[in-house]
């Protein structure tokens, strides 16, 4: 059955990945940018590959952008956008910490709720939430996006519960990637250099602590995002999505593993 799908963050990485598979499989996809920069410079990309996308601004923490989706008859929303940020949770400011919560878990649940009003309303849905395996495991100096993580992953699978009480037909579900090469990860450990200054606990760290991630993540990263995509086409086609999608397999494992050992 073909859907119409709404995708936030859809102008870069996983997002605009998966935006272009749905749509090549026939579905109507509504691809929104945080900037109307992005915007042009993906429906210009939809041109030049024939692909049928309907592309517009929705940076998620504005109401008004928000409310632009009220009204559309949406089968999915992929909840998509997100930021990361980094340090140590000894020292980092706070108000970081809320700038990411702002956008990985206010704004995000703020319009996940004016798409399930109207999703209730036809009793015909699902609410994709694309969390991250950072959800599931703590990784020092990477909290101020973990944490928001967590939040994201306990409220939807919360969220899924609730909604299953009302039995309208309304789903939700938790995409849960793990590290994939986008560029994403390096721009959220780089962040905290720009704030860490000789103050900082960990100035005498910082060589070691840039060797430590850099070797993680160059272990850990798939070089691309074909499997977590596979993994949101799934979820977006099930008549009854589970839980939880995690791509790549091998890091869903390792987590699985890790949770099991009581790490
Ligand atoms: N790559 C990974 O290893 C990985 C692992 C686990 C989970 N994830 C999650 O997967 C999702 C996509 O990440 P990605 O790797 O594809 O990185 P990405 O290319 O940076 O994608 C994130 C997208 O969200 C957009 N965005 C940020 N704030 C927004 C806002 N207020 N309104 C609308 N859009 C906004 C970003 O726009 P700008 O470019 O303008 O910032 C960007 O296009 C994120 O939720 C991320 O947390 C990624």
């Known amino acids: 059955m073909k859907r119409t799908i709404l995708i936030t963050g859809a102008g870069t990485g996983i997002g605009r990945d998966s935006a272009f598979a749905l749509a090549m499989r026939g579905h109507s996809v509504l691809a929104t940018t945080q900037t109307e920069e992005q915007a042009r410079a993906l429906r210009e990309e939809a041109a030049q590959k024939n692909a049928v996308l309907q592309v517009f601004k ?11 989706i009220a009204d559309l008859s949406l089968d999915v929303l992929i909840n998509n956008a997100g930021v990361g940020e980094s340090g140590s949770l000894a020292e980092v400011d706070i108000e970081r910490i809320r700038q990411v919560f702002e956008v990985n878990v206010f704004s995000t649940l703020a319009l996940t709720q004016i798409a399930l009003r109207g999703m209730i309303a036809r009793q015909r849905g699902t609410v994709l939430f694309v969390s991250s395996i950072a959800g599931r495991l703590p990784m020092p100096f990477l909290m101020p996006y973990g944490m928001s993580k967590f939040a994201l992953s306990a409220g939807g699978a919360a969220l899924r519960e609730e909604i299953d009480q009302l039995g309208k037909n309304v789903h939700i579900a938790l995409i849960e990637p793990g590290a994939i090469f986008t560029g994403f990860n390096q721009a959220m450990m780089a962040r905290k250099y720009t ?7 960990f100035a005498g760290h910082v ?30 086609e099930a008549k009854r999505p589970k839980l939880r999608y995690v791509a790549p397999w091998l890091q869903g494992f390792g987590v699985r593993l890790a949770r099991i050992l009581g790490v």
């Open 207 to 236: 060589e070691k602590i840039k060797r430590q991630e850099g070797q993680v993540f160059k272990w850990l990263e798939a070089s691309s995002t074909d499997s977590i995509v596979r993994q949101i086409v799934k979820a977006t």
């Open 195 to 201: 704030w860490m200054g000789p103050s900082s606990y």
């Open 58 to 68: 929705l940076d998620i923490t504005q109401d008004q952008d928000r409310q632009s």
